[in-house]
């Protein structure tokens, strides 16, 4: 298929990134949400993201036509009536998911491929409410795309391959680096390996073995990484962590749920307060200026 028109379903940190750096390579993206509150928080972080792009790749102009790409609506019907390619990004939480893509099976146009961008959620589990399972894959992008170029490709038993590999050719399209991953996994590769480093992280944080700024120290001084895992868990978002969190306990059926005490701090100490991470201004460090960015950070 000639991909022209795209939606990017979810508009929070990532799914305003996929959409983009999608437009950023010249498609025509519709941001979809479900109000417009919602949008209007997405301009704003859009038109953050031009600055970005402008910086980053030297090109203001491109950046700027970029977002002149850009369209939004609150209304699903009309956010996808004419798009060739819908990328979900919306929260990680299987009842929106599984509500959504019966509204979208019964909305989006004949020819329209839908790939979900969820991290750790597989595309069997969503496949029977898409109304086309053959034309459903998971397109999964690492936060802050522009740099973290990866797109991890993942079908389910029932894609159709030739589907599979037009977004294989979509992601290098809009300059992404495609990793084709061979069968379902849950976590994909990039999050296989992430989500139990940053579950680490936590335990030793609410089982008060040590501090967030000490674990991410001890991290960073022994590894040579520019950020450890609480700095991650800013950047990745905190409602994002709670997500994962509560899906776990939820699952858990165990007296000492681990998970569940996990996902009510999470809440009562970062969420209830408005602490969603780097995008809010504050959350396990305080932005734009964090103290594990200062250069005393790792000194004795």
């Known amino acids: 298929m000639d991909f022209k028109q795209v939606t990017v379903a979810g508009s929070g940190?990532?799914?305003?990134?996929?959409?983009?750096?999608?437009a950023f390579h010249e498609y025509q993206?519709?941001?979809?949400?479900?109000?417009?509150?919602a949008l209007e928080k997405a301009k704003e972080r859009l038109a953050g993201l031009q600055k970005v792009y402008a910086d980053y790749f030297k090109d203001e102009?491109?950046?700027?036509?970029?977002?002149?790409?850009?369209?939004?609506?609150?209304?699903?019907?009309?956010a996808v009536k004419d798009a060739d390619l819908i990328i979900e990004a919306i929260p990680e939480v299987v009842d929106i998911k599984t509500s959504f893509y019966k509204q979208l099976a019964l909305l989006?146009?004949?020819k329209t491929i839908f790939v979900t961008n969820s991290s750790t959620m597989v595309p069997s589990q969503f496949a029977e409410f898409t109304g086309r399972p053959e034309k459903f894959l998971a397109l999964h992008f690492a936060n802050e795309v522009w740099k973290n170029n990866t797109a991890e490709i993942m079908g389910h038993p029932g894609t159709d391959r030739n589907i599979e590999q037009e977004i294989i050719d979509f992601a290098a399209s809009i300059g992404m680096v495609p990793l084709h991953i061979k069968k379902e996994q849950p976590g994909y590769i990039l999050n296989s390996l992430l989500v139990p480093f940053l579950?680490?992280?936590?335990?030793?944080?609410?089982?008060d073995i040590?501090?967030?700024?000490?674990?991410?120290?001890t991290w960073m001084i022994a590894t040579g990484a520019p950020m450890g895992p609480f700095a991650i868990l800013d950047v990745v978002g905190i409602q994002t962590a709670y997500?994962?969190?509560?899906?776990?306990?939820?699952?858990?059926?165990?007296?000492?749920?681990?998970?569940?005490?996990?996902?009510?701090?999470?809440?009562?100490e970062f969420l209830?307060?408005?602490?969603?991470?780097?995008?809010?201004?504050?959350?396990?460090?305080k932005y734009p200026n964090p103290a594990y960015a200062d250069a005393n950070f790792l000194k004795a």
């Open 13 to 22: 940190v990532l799914g305003s990134q996929i959409a983009f750096q999608t």
């Open 29 to 37: 993206v519709s941001v979809y949400d479900i109000n417009d509150q």
């Open 61 to 78: 102009a491109k950046a700027k036509a970029a977002f002149q790409r850009l369209t939004f609506s609150s209304n699903l019907g009309e």
């Open 108 to 110: 989006a146009p004949e």
């Open 199 to 207: 579950d680490a992280a936590e335990m030793l944080w609410i089982n």
């Open 210 to 217: 040590a501090d967030p700024e000490t674990i991410d120290k």
């Open 243 to 268: 997500n994962i969190a509560l899906g776990k306990a939820q699952a858990d059926a165990s007296p000492d749920n681990k998970f569940r005490k996990m996902a009510d701090i999470l809440k009562a």
């Open 272 to 285: 209830d307060k408005g602490k969603t991470g780097q995008g809010s201004g504050e959350g396990f460090y």
